[in-house]
């Protein structure tokens, strides 16, 4: 069973850093896209950041939102990823899942296609 979880949610105050990170297991991820979303209250989901990495190239895609302040990246051992969230604003409040995908970091961001999910995590900027 292919569970992904996320931690490292939290409250912090407008300007600060913040990482996420999540742990997938059941399967090895090698050639996935591996990404972020998030969703605000009473908003829709929105793609947030992707990356894959294979042995010879590493590609990211970001959201204009996000361009700039967050950072995807992968630990060595493929299964685990993190979304580095620097220059926190009020807006970037939402609860943030993981998502990985057999497409290309770009395919995720902008077509949504998601194959396994992860339950969440919440973060909160005050202003």
């Not at 908003?43 to 042995?55: C, D, I, L, P, Q």
Request: charged share 15%; net charge positive.
């Amino acid at each position: 069973q292919v569970q992904l979880v996320e931690s490292g949610g939290g409250l912090v105050q407008a300007g600060d850093s913040l990482r996420l990170s999540c742990t997938a297991s059941g399967r090895t991820f090698y050639s996935y896209a591996m990404g972020w979303f998030r969703q605000a209250p009473g908003k829709e989901r929105e793609f947030v950041a992707a990356g894959r990495w294979s042995s010879e190239t590493a590609t990211t895609y970001y959201a204009d939102s996000v361009k700039g302040r967050f950072t995807i990246s992968r630990d060595n051992n493929r299964n685990t990823w993190y979304l580095q969230m620097n220059s926190l604003k009020a807006e970037d409040t939402a609860v943030y899942y993981c998502a990985a995908a057999w497409s290309t970091a770009q395919a995720m961001g902008t077509t949504g296609q998601v194959h396994y999910w992860g339950q969440g995590t919440q973060v909160t900027v005050s202003a």
